[in-house]
T-cell receptor, first 112, second 113 residues
């Protein structure tokens, strides 16, 4: 069965520090990969997606993610955290765009 | 473009009652998805429509759940004989085509007493 694992349900960083949110998938076939963000009381919003083009994907708000097939990973990074980045982040995979599998989410807290 | 809308935003019902939720996708979006999200979890796929055709349905979806998308426009999700375990946020998303961005609605929060 396909699954997505997000290590760390809560991550806390200081403002200006590196953000690293981890995502691993478990399948022998590389999927399409996505990161979504959910701000409090708002709907899910796409940050970025990997669809088999460049392995380093740049998204909105300065976030980027790198697809590493050998590690079955798609970790999300941002060089310098901002207070406005505090939100919940979800990694998701799909193999055909008909069905999507989401991880359990990582809540990012940014300390002043 | 007003985004994906869902109604009602909140629904409280008693166990055993039937409930129906509505999703209005972004205009001209061919694909429509339903998800369920419980506290502390990510969205869980329920079903997918391509225009009016329901092409994918999660095996987790029991016979009490049914979804329709008549004429390929809005969609409804009905839960019959609700159970306390059905309490969750029900999310709808739409996209224009296969590899396009999914846009999510604000969700309908269901509480079953």
């Amino acid at each position: 069965a396909q699954s997505v694992t997000q290590l760390g349900s809560h991550v806390s960083v200081s403002e200006g520090a590196l953000v690293l949110l981890r995502c691993n998938y478990s399948s022998s076939v590389p999927p399409y990969l996505f990161w979504y963000v959910q701000y409090p009381n708002q709907g899910l919003q796409l940050l970025l997606k990997y669809t088999s083009a460049a392995t380093l994907v740049k998204g909105i708000n300065g976030f980027e993610a790198e697809f590493k097939k050998s590690e079955t990973s798609f970790h999300l990074t941002k060089p310098s955290a901002h207070m406005s980045d505090a939100a919940e982040y979800f990694c998701a995979v799909s193999y055909n765009f008909n069905k999507f599998y989401f991880g359990s989410g990582t809540k990012l807290n940014v300390k002043p | 473009d007003t985004g994906v809308s869902q109604n009602p935003r909140h629904k409280i019902t008693k166990r055993g009652q039937n409930v129906t939720f509505r999703c209005d996708p972004i205009s001209e979006h061919n694909r429509l998805y339903w998800y369920r999200q419980t506290l502390g979890q990510g969205p869980e796929f329920l079903t997918y429509f391509q225009n009016e055709a329901q092409l994918e349905k999660s095996r987790l979806l029991s016979d009490r759940f049914s979804a329709e998308r008549p004429k390929g426009s809005f969609s409804t999700l009905e839960i019959q004989r609700t159970e306390q375990g059905d309490s969750a946020m029900y999310l709808c998303a739409s996209s224009l085509d296969r590899a396009d961005t999914q846009y999510f609605g604000p969700g309908t929060r269901l509480t079953v007493l």
